[in-house]
T-cell receptor
Framework: NAGVTQTPKFRVLKTGQSMTLLCAQDMNHEYMYWYRQDPGMGLRLIHYSVGEGTTAKGEVPDGYNVSRLKKQNFLLGLESAAPSQTSVYFCASSFPVGDGYTFGSGTRLTVV | GENVEQHPSTLSVQEGDSAVIKCTYS??????FPWYKQELGKGPQLIIDIRSNVGEKKDQRIAVTLNKTAKHFSLHITETQPEDSAVYFC???????????FGAGTTVTVRA
């Protein structure tokens, strides 16, 4: 089983460029999440989705957009990248109620 | 919302010794407490979890204890080995929407 797959694994962007990070899960999970991880700050929730066609803001949503057109995919978009968005991005998925998350292996993004 | 505090932020132990990481949470309605291990360059992986109806759970060399009265839970690793070196995160769900709030992480280093 693949679990949660993130693409790409690494990316370097110039300030102002745009990109989309793709997350795919094959566990039939309803919920999907995007986190960013920065040194000393743990995991911070950017956006999440509780089902196909739904999205909601997390703790740090500014500068990001998301879409969940299919249950198995959750896309994170950066419309105009800024150096402050240099981070490692993790996607996760879960069943709805009080259960653990399955994480992808991450995307390391550098904005120069 | 749920506020999860994790201590210590770093922990260095001699191989064979025990390691203990403690987390406190604020939402008394929280009922599920997972622990994640993140190895270098990888995504967090669920290693053990506990629900509020039990006080302790063991899985080989790792165990988790829960004190609901004091609102804290701890991860115990016995007979530590070099492969236990990693960052460990605790988490607890917010009662209003079940999304997990994560602690800031503990970097564990096992010295040979």
């Amino acid at each position: 089983n693949a679990g949660v797959t993130q693409t790409p694994k690494f990316r370097v962007l110039k300030t102002g460029q745009s990109m989309t990070l793709l997350c795919a899960q094959d566990m039939n999970h309803e919920y999907m999440y995007w986190y960013r991880q920065d040194p000393g700050m743990g995991l911070r929730l950017i956006h999440y989705s509780v089902g196909e066609g739904t999205t909601a803001k997390g703790e740090v949503p500014d500068g990001y957009n998301v879409s969940r057109l299919k249950k198995q995919n959750f896309l994170l978009g950066l419309e105009s990248a800024a150096p402050s968005q240099t981070s490692v991005y993790f996607c996760a998925s879960s069943f709805p109620v009080g259960d653990g998350y399955t994480f992808g292996s991450g995307t390391r993004l550098t904005v120069v | 919302g749920e506020n999860v505090e994790q201590h210590p932020s770093t922990l260095s132990v001699q191989e064979g010794d025990s390691a203990v990481i403690k987390c406190t949470y604020s939402d008394s309605a929280s009922n599920y407490f997972p622990w994640y291990k993140q190895e270098l360059g990888k995504g967090p992986q669920l290693i053990i979890d506990i629900r509020s109806n039990v006080g302790e759970k063991k899985d080989q060399r790792i165990a988790v204890t829960l004190n609901k009265t004091a609102k804290h839970f701890s991860l115990h690793i016995t007979e530590t080995q070099p492969e236990d070196s990693a960052v460990y995160f605790c988490a607890a769900p917010r009662s209003n929407d079940y999304k997990l709030s994560f602690g800031a992480g503990t970097t564990v280093t096992v010295r040979a």
